[in-house]
Structure formats: C-alpha cells, structure tokens
Nanobody, 113 residues
Framework: VQLQACGGGLVQAGGSLRLSCAAS????????LAWYRQAPGKQRELVAS???????NYADSVKGRFTISRDNAKKIVYLQMNSLKPEDTAVYYC????????WGQGTQVTVSS
C-alpha cells in the first residue's frame, strides 16, 4: 500500500486549502481513511476520519471548518479546509487502516496571521 499526499501550502488566515491523498496497492473502498496533523513540538493528532460507510468523525477544533471526503473510484481521500487559522499550521498526514496503519509522506500547511 502506498499513499501520496499533496495540496499543502502557505495561505492567509481565513483562506482555504484542499488536501488530497491518492492510494495504490489496495482495495480502497473497504478501508477507513483519516487525516492527522503534527505541529512542531506537538504530538500527532487526528483531524478527521471517514469509514467505508461514509461516516465521518472530526476533531472538535476543526468541526464546521474542515470536510473529509473520499472518491473510491479514484482511490483518493480529500480534506477540504476552510476558515483556516494560524493554529492549523502543521504537517498533515493521511492514513489508511488495513490490518495495520499505512501513512502518507505528509504535506506542510502553513497559515499566516
């Protein structure tokens, strides 16, 4: 299983970004997918997850601002991030769970004030 994340960048507070994570080497549709983030000096934390059923879960800090979605045909999971805040600055990682966890390489998101 390989995961390739992209879409990060530098954005002003209040702006938007959309992260994408493309998977290969697995039956994508049956797995739970998630986005995590890790800010400097902090532990990696769950941002959002989406099950094969489409059920989603969000960290309280991003509820109402971020949306996770998946395209099973394209094998891509997305994270739409709106109303970004400086505290959203972190490296964002995608994760696929299939018996074990598989991680993408991370993409940097920097939100300036």
């Amino acid at each position: 299983v390989q995961l390739q994340a992209c879409g990060g960048g530098l954005v002003q507070a209040g702006g938007s970004l959309r992260l994408s994570c493309a998977a290969s080497g697995t039956v994508f549709s049956i797995h739970t997918l998630a986005w995590y983030r890790q800010a400097p000096g902090k532990q990696r934390e769950l941002v959002a997850s989406i099950r094969s059923s489409g059920n989603t879960n969000y960290a309280d800090s991003v509820k109402g601002r971020f949306t996770i979605s998946r395209d099973n045909a394209k094998k891509i999971v997305y994270l739409q991030m709106n109303s970004l805040k400086p505290e959203d600055t972190a490296v964002y990682y995608c994760k696929l769970t299939s018996g074990r966890d598989y991680w993408g390489q991370g993409t940097q998101v920097t939100v300036s004030s």
